[in-house]
C-alpha cells in the first residue's frame, strides 16, 4: 500500500530518511526496530517534507485501511504532529 507522509522540516528522523534515500538509493521506514515497509520517494511539499513509502507490514496496513481509506496514496499530514513521528 503505498503512503505518502508529509512531515515538518523540524523532524530529524523524517530528513535522516530522505538523506538516506538520497545517498543510497533505498531506505526503509521503520522506527524503535519495528519495519513497516520501504522508500520509493522523497522531496518537498507545501514546505513540508515528502515521504512516498510502500507501506507493507499487515497491521498498519489494516490499520490503514480501517481508519483512512484504501485509496493509493493514502496521504498523512503529520506535520502537526511533532517531530516522533514513524519515519
Not at 538509493?25 to 513509502?53: C, N, P, Q, W
Not at 490499520?63 to 517531530?83: A, H, Q, R, T, V
Request: contains cysteine.
Amino acid at each position: 500500500m503505498l503512503v505518502k507522509l508529509l512531515l515538518p522540516q523540524t523532524d530529524e528522523d523524517a530528513r535522516c530518511v530522505v538523506a538516506n534515500f538520497k545517498r543510497d538509493g533505498i531506505a526503509s521506514l521503520s522506527t524503535d526496530g519495528m519495519h513497516y515497509g520501504f522508500v520509493r520517494e522523497v522531496g518537498e511539499e507545501d514546505g513540508k517534507i515528502m515521504i512516498v513509502a510502500d507501506a507493507t507490514e499487515p497491521e498498519l496496513v489494516k490499520w490503514i485501511k480501517e481508519n483512512i481509506g484504501d485509496d493509493e496514496p493514502i496521504e498523512m499530514d503529520l506535520s502537526s504532529y511533532g517531530s516522533d513521528n514513524a519515519t
